[in-house]
């Protein structure tokens, strides 16, 4: 079957459609995304075809919305909710931290929770401290939640396709800087399985870990690092809990080196986990010490120089490589 080229919202919206055509307890619950489509206009023309009982235009209450999701859930539904913007994953964290983590542990697996949180992350938008916030690692410390970051729109659509047919809670994490990013996705019906890393580029003198918006800068970079003979292996890691650990144990094997690239603020961040994972394990393959490179420590700013100064951008990527490996 040929392929198509898509933007990265254009194939979640491909998701979410064909999985509410095929099963009729898939249902969209979130703020402004019936007539509006959405803050980032994801959710466009949905509830034109599936109605208003299936596309469910809700007030402005995360906790609402992320408790609505777990009751249906657990009654048989699998409900898709949209957070606006993941800061306000702060607003419903009891909901899905307390609740839908542990239902499924708590009743020795009698009940179940198959629903989606998705919601969008990130800087670059000039949105301020309130609207622009990287949280997801908070979430990977739970038990019985999964989160997945998909860095393309090939992975972005075969995610949250396996994530609506789940049975535990997804975090789905959008980065609003690839809402408009293009990518092929073929004609007929595939999924990605929850768990599974890929390598994006291959390379043989270190390895750069990263997911969501921290893909496309590391492959850039990798492009500039070999126009100077350094040949970077690109990592996406797609999913976060669960993690692919084989994956990146084996890729640091082979390039001896490992740099993790994250959005969120450097400390306590998900690189460190990555950073002790190779650590424990690969340690005798290393030549050089595992680098986080993260965010900075403050609030994301509205000064659009600023906000780019406070996550690492390509430059900054091809800087810290050159270090490690020259």
């Known amino acids: 079957m040929p392929n198509k080229t898509v933007t990265y919202a254009e194939a979640i919206r491909e998701a979410l459609r064909e999985e509410m055509r095929r099963d009729p307890a898939v249902f969209l619950i979130g703020e402004d995304i019936g007539v509006y489509g959405g803050a980032f206009g994801v959710t466009q023309g949905l509830i034109e075809e599936f109605g208003e009982e299936r596309v469910i235009d809700t007030p402005i209450s995360e906790a609402a919305i992320a408790g609505a999701a777990i ?4 009654v048989g539904m699998r409900p898709v909710a949209e957070i606006m913007f993941f800061d306000f994953m702060t607003l419903c964290a009891d909901q899905v931290v307390n609740q839908a983590a542990k239902i499924r542990f708590m009743f020795g697996g009698k009940a179940k929770v198959p629903m989606v949180l998705r919601s969008p992350v990130g800087s670059g938008t000039g949105a301020a401290g309130h609207h622009s916030g990287s949280l997801e ?6 038990p019985g939640l999964k989160v997945v970051a998909p860095a393309t729109p090939y992975d972005a659509k075969g995610l949250l396709k396996s994530a609506i ?3 535990n809670p997804v975090l789905f994490v959008e980065h609003k800087l690839l809402y408009r990013t293009k990518g092929e996705i073929p004609e007929e019906d595939y999924q990605i399985p929850i768990g599974k890393g ?6 043989k003198d270190v390895t750069l870990i990263a997911y969501s918006i921290m893909v496309p800068r590391s492959l850039e970079a990798a492009k500039i690092l070999a126009q100077q003979g350094i040949e970077a292996e690109v990592l996406d890691l797609r999913s976060l809990r669960p993690l692919d650990e084989e994956l990146i144990l084996q890729s640091v094997r082979k390039t001896n080196r490992a740099m993790v690239i994250y959005e969120p603020s450097k400390f306590g961040a998900f690189g460190a986990e990555i950073a002790a994972l190779i650590m424990e394990k690969a340690f005798d393959y290393l030549d050089a010490p595992v680098i986080r490179l ?3 420590e403050m609030p ?3 000064n659009p120089n600023l906000e780019k100064k406070l996550v690492p951008q390509v430059e900054d990527i091809v800087r810290s490589v050159r270090e490690m490996v020259i």
């Open 300 to 302: 994301p700013p509205y």
């Open 198 to 203: 890929e390598i994006k580029h291959q390379g």
């Open 294 to 296: 993260g965010g900075e």
């Open 137 to 142: 690692s908070w979430f990977t410390h739970i």
């Open 71 to 74: 009751g249906a859930s657990l």
């Open 165 to 167: 047919r789940d049975d």
